[in-house]
């Protein structure tokens, strides 16, 4: 076979290994994106949506500083005890002098948000991720559809998120 009919031969072969290489490389960090947006979510998550054995009750905000709001804490729950100062984190929109539905983290001071609103506000970093997987699913994979889903998932997920608290 001539010099140049291999060439020609070959030239298919490498542009299908490079499109596959590219499939597999953006696939994976549309992945990791994703893994790590649930990663992010699950911290806070987890007591919200697996109440049961944890310590529920309501907080009413009386201090915020610092990133960090605090208030006594009355329980709900049976086996809860009450404390006079507990920790929620004010970037959960909370205001002075309202009172929430919270859970207790095990073995801490800190509560979380119960609740539609503290369910919304635990995926928020989700949203986020799948916002940004839908830019390396549309652009890398070339799976527009697909990368709109994705986007418009996150999306609502933090315009829900956001209304809701």
């Given at each position: 076979?001539?010099?140049?009919s ?37 911290g806070?998550?987890?007591h ?17 500083a610092?990133?960090?709001?605090t ?9 809860s ?9 004010s970037?959960?929109?909370?205001e ?18 119960a ?6 506000y635990?995926w ?27 986007g418009?998932?996150?999306?609502a997920?933090?315009?829900t ?5």
């Open positions: 076979m001539p010099a140049h291999r060439a020609r031969a070959s030239r298919p072969k490498a542009a299908t290994a490079l499109r596959l290489g590219q499939f597999a490389a953006m696939g994976t960090v549309a992945v990791l994106i994703l893994i790590a947006g649930v990663w992010a979510s699950w806070t998550a987890q919200v949506m697996l109440t049961k054995g944890r310590e529920r009750g309501t907080m009413t905000v009386t201090k915020c610092d990133d960090r709001c208030g006594p804490y009355r329980p709900t729950s049976q086996g005890t009450a404390r006079d100062r507990v920790v929620l984190d970037e959960v929109a909370v002075k002098g309202r009172t929430y539905t919270v859970v207790v983290k095990p073995g801490t001071d800190e509560v979380v948000r609740g539609t609103g503290g369910l919304l635990a928020v970093p989700l949203g986020g991720a799948l916002m940004l997987a839908s830019v390396v699913v549309a652009g890398g994979l070339g799976r527009t559809r697909l990368g709109w889903v994705l418009g998932a996150g999306l997920l933090v315009t998120a956001f209304l809701a608290l």
